[in-house]
């Protein structure tokens, strides 16, 4: 939240309440002998949420709370924020997940393997301080450009100097590992009881959306057995809007999103593709999305986003018929794409009166 673009404002607005947080030790990695990296975290507790400490808790954890406080009056919300950014979903799930499917073994496991086989210390420092290298000078450069054109946003900067270095180089301690934070975040908190989960993730596979339904399935069903609840409530968060990727791989992980919803039971789908920045992966406004999300999964009137549930043509209309949902609101310059043939074209979008 201390990163959020309205963080100042909701200082001053908020006091201490029935919310109260804990936030998983981002661990890395836990070796044989118990050494933990990094071995410089800070003890972790449940807190009650307050304008001092505000600042640890997730931008989407704390406009979510703020919007469940208003429509549950009196109601103790107890969040746990699980989350390490820069990950693929592969990181989230057990390891022997991916090794048991030829599909996922191949597209994560195998690479892993051949990143850090046949190589020493040396190399991986070696890796490890030219890719700091290239950060380095990414923020200088970007430091540079901010200074000479001040009324520039960080999303159009980014545009112009382009993005942080990522990933770094892979080595066998490093928290992108298949399976990785599984083992070392999401296990810590198996013992809890859950009434539902907020999963918002994907960016990090842009490079491989085609396997992403396969994943987000096998990780609910990898969750919800490890916590003993095979019918847990799922609230899957549709990627934002975003310009900067492989065209078309950001639509497929939201289409994986929703197949997901439309397949499995106590999956909810959340629409975030109306949020985020044009240039900027991490959009420094969350209030639209974390409100929505708080909405939403507080069941006061239903619980995901409307979906499309038909389609059909009349005449060179495409009428669309929207399900759950009380009101449609259709702004006047409200547009959708559509693909004819190989190009997608602006089509106007517009209310029947029927």
């Not at 704390?62 to 469940?68: E, I």
Request: charged share 20%; glycine share 6%.
């Amino acid at each position: 939240m201390k990163d959020d673009s309205e963080y100042q404002f909701a200082k001053q607005q908020d006091s201490q309440s029935a919310i109260y947080y804990y936030n998983v030790p981002k661990i890395e990695y836990v070796g044989e002998d118990g050494t933990v990296l990094p071995d410089d975290l800070p003890v972790s507790r449940w807190k009650q949420l307050s304008s001092e400490n505000m600042g640890e808790l997730s931008a989407i954890g704390y406009w979510m709370s703020q919007s469940l406080k208003r429509r549950l009056p009196g109601t103790v919300i107890g969040i746990v924020d699980c989350y390490k950014g820069g990950t693929s979903i592969s990181s989230w799930v057990p390891k022997s997940t991916l090794e048991n499917n030829a599909l996922l073994a191949k597209t994560f496991v195998k690479p892993f393997e051949v990143a850090t086989s046949g190589k020493t210390d040396e190399d991986y420092q070696s890796e490890l301080h030219m890719y700091r290298q290239k950060v380095a000078q990414h923020n200088y450069d970007l430091a540079t450009f901010q200074a000479a054109h001040p009324d520039v946003s960080l999303s159009d900067a980014k545009k112009k100097v382009g993005h942080t270095p990522w990933p770094p180089p892979m080595t066998p301690t490093s928290f992108l590992r298949p399976g990785g934070l599984y083992q070392t975040m999401v296990r810590q908190i198996r013992g809890y009881t859950f009434n539902q989960v907020i999963w918002y993730q994907g960016e990090n596979d842009a490079q491989q959306p085609d396997v992403y339904q396969t994943m987000l399935a096998k990780l609910i069903q990898s969750w919800r057995k490890m916590l003993a609840d095979s019918s847990l409530i799922f609230n899957v968060i549709q990627l934002p809007g975003y310009a900067d990727e492989p065209f078309e791989s950001w639509a497929k992980i939201r289409q994986a999103q929703l197949s997901i919803a439309q397949m499995i039971p106590n999956v909810n789908l959340i629409s975030g593709s109306d949020t985020g920045e044009r240039h900027n992966i991490h959009p420094t406004s969350k209030r639209k999305l974390g409100e929505r999300i708080g909405r939403l999964v507080s069941n006061q009137g239903y619980s995901q986003t409307p979906l499309v549930i038909e389609t059909k043509l009349k005449g060179n209309d495409v009428i669309i018929g929207i399900g759950q949902v009380n009101q449609l609101k259709i702004d006047s310059d409200t547009k959708m794409m559509i693909k004819i043939g190989n190009e997608w074209v602006p089509r106007q979008v517009k209310k029947l009166d029927e």
